[in-house]
Nanobody
Framework: QVQLVESGGGLVQPGGSLRLSCTAS????????MGWYRQAPGKQRELVAS???????NYADFVKGRCIISRDNAKNTVYLQMNSLTPEDTAAYYC?????????WGQGTQVTVSS
């Protein structure tokens, strides 16, 4: 079992930045990959970014150039730095921890981009 605690969401103006954090109860070395999905009201959950055990990163087209995913192995934490936010980025953001057999999910953190 892996517990994930997310933080860093909130209300931000268009053009602003946020850094999301996801801290795991287990060493992130045990994961195949970790990352973030998001889900806006009435829409399907979609991948935002992921980072593998070997620190290979993957980004959705809609955040390329605006977001950076990183990890701090000593803190068992993955970060998502989001810049140049737009109202279209408004969603609940969910962290996941992928093992070979199962995905663990956090409870989500809300990001609202509005003036």
């Amino acid at each position: 079992q892996v517990q994930l605690v997310e933080s860093g969401g909130g209300l931000v103006q268009p053009g602003g930045s946020l850094r999301l954090s996801c801290t795991a109860s287990r060493s992130i070395f045990s994961s195949v990959a970790m990352g973030w999905y998001r889900q806006a009201p009435g829409k399907q959950r979609e991948l935002v970014a992921s980072i593998s055990r070997s620190s290979n990163t993957n980004y959705a087209d809609f955040v390329k150039g605006r977001c950076i995913i990183s990890r701090d192995n000593a803190k068992n934490t993955v970060y998502l730095q989001m810049n140049s936010l737009t109202p279209e980025d408004t969603a609940a953001y969910y962290c996941y921890y992928r093992t070979g057999a199962y995905d663990y999910w956090g409870q989500g953190t809300q990001v609202t981009v509005s003036s």
